[in-house]
């Protein structure tokens, strides 16, 4: 097969996606504006193998992961645990009638500030799963601080549950001063106070590294992504063996790494890493924060643990993306 063959049975691929999954958002004039970004011919080709691969979500799929996540992960478990405490009934009229009960014993929660994915998502799992405003609360709202010494703002609740859109590395669920403050203070109130933290997407190494924090007493995903997604692990479902034939797994990461760590190291420089931090951090994300080398995309956002060159739609360097991340400005 010649490379202009190649070129366009992957175009075609791209374009049957575009149509069908990814609510057009990647229209050949945008394809061709985003491969001006690179410079042979081969890097090109790769760059359309790997678009090919690219994991979109839009509305419709992440409303129906929202149900899926308050259904299993709260709902379900929430009446098993009434069964049981109720000789293992089947009478569904009690059944809901405790469900109700606890549910406004809940507190559900957005993972960030207002403005970031997390807290956005919440207004969709709320309609999707018909709830009332009043379980939705914002982290600082959990503990009253009027006083010297903090104290639960609402002591009828039970359970507390932390939505995420999207766990890479697990360092926001684990070293977020706010987050973290919060649910340890929460423990030491209360013995009886059930923290979830529950996420539509995670990487198996962001939920390791969030259970393994044991600040949480149930963490789950309703997609977990193993490091097969990775694009370039050594299992790669990226690059399965069939495909080396015409394209160069060792290839694709070298031009990825050379191209993404100054997209990366521009983006951390704004949050303000410096000297030996800085180079360190930008090597280990070049390839996606946390290394996760992803390909994966939602409707409202394009999480940074996908590959930069996907994304990157910054001023400091000349590039032009194809599914754009709305990056988080640093300063005024």
């Not at 410079?39 to 678009?51: F, G, M, N």
């Not at 010494?149 to 859109?165: A, G, L, M, S, T």
């Not at 797994?249 to 800085?278: T, V, W």
Request: charged letters at 25%.
């Amino acid at each position: 097969m010649t490379y202009i063959e190649i070129q366009e049975n992957l175009k075609s691929k791209i374009k049957v996606l575009n149509e069908t999954l990814w609510d057009n958002r990647a229209l050949n004039p945008s394809i061709e504006k985003w491969l001006v970004n690179f410079s042979t011919e081969k890097e090109k080709l790769h760059a359309l193998y790997l678009l090919s691969k690219f994991m979109y979500f839009g509305a419709v799929p992440m409303r129906n992961l929202l149900k899926s996540l308050y259904r299993d992960f709260y709902r379900y478990p929430l009446i098993e645990s009434i069964r049981k405490s109720n000789g293992n009934t089947l009478d569904s009229d009690l059944i809901e009638n405790k469900f109700k009960e606890e549910e406004k014993k809940t507190r559900f929660l957005g993972v960030g500030n207002l403005s970031e994915s997390g807290a956005h998502l919440l207004y969709f799992f709320r309609q999707e799963n018909k709830l009332s405003k009043e379980m939705f609360v914002y982290t600082d709202e959990i503990l009253d601080r009027s006083n010297a010494d903090p104290q639960v703002r609402f002591p009828e609740v039970k359970h507390y549950v932390f939505i995420d859109d999207f766990c890479g590395s697990g360092s926001q669920a684990t070293n977020d001063e706010i987050i973290n403050q919060c649910v340890v203070k929460l423990k030491k109130l209360s013995a009886d106070i059930q923290i979830s933290y529950l996420m539509l997407f995670a990487t198996s190494k962001g939920v390791k590294t969030v259970k393994d924090s044991g600040l949480y007493d149930n963490v789950e995903a309703v997609i977990e992504l193993d490091d097969t997604y990775k694009c370039f692990d050594i299992n790669s479902r990226i690059f399965p063996q069939k495909d080396n034939f015409y394209f160069e797994k060792d290839f694709a990461k070298e031009f990825c790494y050379r191209l993404g760590r100054p997209l990366f190291y521009s983006i951390n420089q704004k949050a303000g890493l410096i000297g030996h931090i800085l180079e360190q951090v930008s090597d280990d994300a070049a390839l996606g924060w946390g290394n996760c080398q992803l390909l994966l995309g939602f409707f409202h956002n394009t999480p940074d643990n996908t590959l930069p060159i996907i994304w990157y739609d910054e001023e400091d360097i000349d590039w032009v993306p194809i599914f754009k991340r709305y990056n988080k400005k640093y300063n005024f």
